[in-house]
């Protein structure tokens, strides 16, 4: 290809990409869809549905990067359908920011195909590369109508088929954000939950294949530059609707708090931070304001120890998986944890180690924890020997 023309492909596709992005902040249809290749049909179809889903999703940005030196190599399937030299897969990544919510950027990779019909390049595919591996991910939009409420600092979204487990999540999670800030401290009090329709619709949104039916609902975060830099953005809880369902009023309050503490720690969980602690401290702060005898809070763990079972070492994040033989009894003994050291230490020495950790780069989590329990005056051994104890005492 000429340079000029390649010059003119990307001006052209530029210029595409911003009005698609206007047209999606102004709500202005029309140009949106003219955006797309009239032959490309159903993928018309979906981008009106998208459109439209986008309505209630309260936008503070929505724009999409071109990286033209990054583009798909050549293709013989793709010359066929397109035409030769007539098509274009450069690298474009979308960055859009829920308002209010997002502080930063989310950025999604999206693999799109351009064409060029007579004097014009519109989109015409964005499913292309997904046999290669290379899907551009679907977003709660992207997969039917969205409704919105907001509770207090708390925006969910879903579909209105959950329109009721919509409002219902708003309300509890609303109620959690206090509960999250008297034991941590200070945080955004801003929370995004997203209420799929099913477990399936989960884990296309988690991108996970996974075992997640005994997840009731699951924290995550966008890491975007490698993980010792931790700079999370996009903090999300999605529920898994059919498990939350299950739980009583009391369960979903404990699941929607331990959640929300994840969300306002999640910019001091650095990778050094043990799963243990996280998993502890989102627990109790889960628990707190409620007096939940032992024998429910911890009943596999509890059956574990009384059969001389008990775990040898502090779980570990595999023991947190959701295809974990340990999941059920890996919570609780990661609370037992963390309320020793706070009755050891004091909770703001807990939150001191937390945020310690955090912090940490360029160490080894096991390096990190030994510094850090040195200035606590123990070590992983000693810890780990009184947590056992502990354990045989509060279960046994
Ligand atoms: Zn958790």
Known sequence: MQREQAVQREQAVQQLL????????????????????????ELRARQAAVFAALEQVPLGSWEYVLDAGTAEPADEALDRRYGRGAWWAPAVVLRYALEGFDPRPVEVDHH???VRRGGRWLLAADDDFARRGRPTPRA??????????????????GHPGQQRLVREVAGTAAAAVPRVTRVWGRWSERAVVVVPDDGRELAGLLGDEGELSR???VAVAELRGGRDEHDPTGERVLVN???????????RRVVLTHELTHVATRRASGPAVPAWLAEGLADVVGYSGLDLPRSVTAADLRREVRAGRAPMRLPTEADFAGDSPRLSS??????????????????????????????????TPEQALVEGLRRLGTTPEAFTAAWRADMQRQLG
Not at 144 to 152: F, L, W
Request: no cysteine.
């Open 140 to 157: 709660l939009w992207d997969r039917g109508p969205v409704v919105a409420v907001r509770s207090g600092g708390v925006l969910v979204l």
């Open 330 to 363: 890996s919570y609780p003994a990661a609370e037992l944890a963390v309320r020793l050291l706070e009755r050891r230490h004091g909770r703001p020495a807990v939150l001191r180690l937390y945020r310690e950790l955090g912090a940490r780069r360029g160490v």
């Open 241 to 251: 609707p059919q498990t939350f369902s299950r739980l009583g009023p009391l369960g």
């Open 18 to 41: 911003r009005t698609r992005a206007r047209a999606v902040r102004e709500r202005d249809r029309a140009a949106f869809l003219a955006t797309v290749d009239p032959r490309a049909r």
């Open 215 to 217: 997840l009731a609902a």
């Open 112 to 114: 799109l195909t351009f």
